[in-house]
């Protein structure tokens, strides 16, 4: 589904009556029926409650997770993230993000008002708001105005890309580097060998998730968009999965930035 800016969160009552029609999502694992009228009400009061977090913030960039999938077992709350600008030119809130397109291997670069980006069949309805320093925000709005957020976007998904491969990139992934970009030196980081050169000279890892060979070989024979032959073949087969989780990401802003918020939107 192509991305489409919000013109008002009182559209409720609209996406309430058009939730029958509602296609899958991209980034989402291809559910056939549509989205119900409850879960369209669930997912647009969210959207409003996140709209209200972020105007009440005074920030111009933030970063949203939502909670698409239950991943508890792994530790994690939260599995997809975006970067959200505001006063963007698609909308008041809009939120920029990598997607999947639904049961394949490729991706793309969305723009989605901050109702669309709740808009699908979520696991839990809560939402985490990431809120940097100032001087970050205006390092990262500027990114995002030119051509370095579109030239670290790999195509090739792989919903748990190595981190330090160029092979494959999840969404999470893409927002790791664009952050990355907007913390090094100017003109230091155009590309994602750049990004990811820079993060390792920083010291920078990700928490591991363990993953037992029985799961990492149903995900493997049974989804197009599951890889492991990026990862370090040791690491690999100890289940030892270095991947960027939206975890990864809030602990690399929180590392680096000492006026950085997070709010739990619930």
Same mark, same amino acid.
Request: one cysteine or more.
């Given at each position: *589904? ?45 959207? =409003?409650?996140?709209?209200?977090? %972020? ?13 698409? =999938? @239950? ?9 997809? *993230? ?8 698609? $909308? ?15 991706? @793309? ?19 985490? #708001? ?28 792989? *919903? ?12 999470? !992934?893409? #927002? ?19 990004? !990811?050169?820079?993060? =390792?000279?920083?010291?920078?890892? #990700? ?9 990492? %070989?149903?995900?493997? *024979? ?7 032959? @990026? ?7 100890? $289940? ?9 990401? #809030? ?16």
């Amino acid at each position: *589904m192509r991305a489409r800016p919000d013109r008002s969160l009182a559209a409720l009552a609209c996406a309430l009556a058009l939730a029958a029609a509602l296609p899958a999502h991209a980034g989402q694992g291809c559910r056939e029926e549509p989205l119900s009228v409850d879960e369209v009400s669930h997912s647009m009061a969210l959207a =409003q409650r996140t709209f209200a977090a %972020l105007d009440a913030s005074g920030a111009t960039v933030a970063i949203v997770a939502r909670a698409g =999938q @239950d991943l508890s077992k792994y530790g994690l709350e939260y599995s997809h *993230m975006g970067i959200v600008v505001r006063d963007h030119a698609a $909308g008041r809130w809009t939120v920029v993000h990598e997607l999947n397109t639904c049961g394949t291997a490729d991706s @793309d670069l969305y723009t989605d008002g901050v109702g669309n980006f709740f808009l699908t069949d979520l696991y839990r309805y809560r939402a985490q #708001v990431v809120i940097p320093g100032p001087d970050v925000q205006a390092r990262v709005a500027a990114l995002l105005a030119g051509r370095t957020a579109r030239r670290l976007h790999e195509p090739h998904y792989n *919903m748990l890309s190595y981190v330090y491969s160029t092979r494959y990139q999840n969404s999470n !992934q893409w #927002v790791l580097e664009t952050l990355a970009a907007a913390s090094a030196p100017p003109g230091a980081v155009e590309t994602r060998a750049e990004a !990811q050169a820079w993060l =390792q000279r920083q010291g920078y890892r #990700v928490p591991t998730v363990e993953i037992p060979a029985v799961t990492r %070989l149903g995900a493997r *024979m049974f989804r197009a968009n599951v890889a492991f032959d @990026d990862h370090p073949f040791d690491r690999r087969m100890a $289940g030892q999965i270095d991947t960027v989780t939206t975890d990864a990401v #809030v602990n690399f802003i929180r590392g680096r930035d000492s006026q950085a918020r997070v709010v739990t939107v619930e």
